[in-house]
């Protein structure tokens, strides 16, 4: 699986809502102007992620975006889930049935559970990462490093 920017861009446009939303809500075009990420963009991931139960929207003059969920619960494996068309490293890997019917060797296929088994490790690694977690590392240099320490 290749993330796309939806998963990218939505865990950004969650973690600035988190950063500057904690007194009031948040605006879309100022998360747009932070994150360089274009509005209209934004508009459609925030309507998965409203639809989904981890944002809410405010209308008016002093509306935005808040969080509907704690920091703590909201996951980047859930985010990922919500804003990605599919869960799998590769397309054999997307249903649990035994016969796919993707490449010319499905159903009899002996290395498609190795992609099966991939698709869950990383869901795995990813439902144990937290936007708080993220969060702690905001005065460290870790977000500034490509491996942050667990």
């Known amino acids: 699986m290749r993330l796309t920017t939806k998963s990218r861009y939505g865990t950004r446009l969650i ?3 988190a950063v500057y939303g904690k007194e009031k809500p948040v605006p879309l075009s100022d998360v747009s102007r932070r994150q360089n990420i274009s509005l209209k963009y934004l508009e459609q991931l925030s309507g998965k992620l409203r639809k989904a139960g981890i944002i ?3 209308r008016g003059p002093y509306g935005g975006q808040t969080l509907a969920k704690k920091t703590d619960q909201i996951t980047i494996g859930g985010i990922v889930r919500i804003l990605e068309e599919t869960t799998a490293v590769t397309d054999c890997a997307e249903s649990e049935k035994q016969l796919c019917g993707v490449c ?4 009899d296929c002996l290395s498609r559970w190795v992609w099966l088994e991939a698709s869950k490790a990383m869901f795995d690694r990813l439902d144990e990462i937290t936007i ?3 969060l702690s590392f905001e ?3 870790v977000v500034k490093t490509e491996n942050p320490p667990e």
């Open 104 to 107: 010319n060797r499905a159903g």
């Open 132 to 134: 708080s977690q993220l």
């Open 139 to 141: 005065n460290e240099d």
């Open 56 to 58: 809410e929207s405010h």
């Open 15 to 17: 973690l600035d809502i």
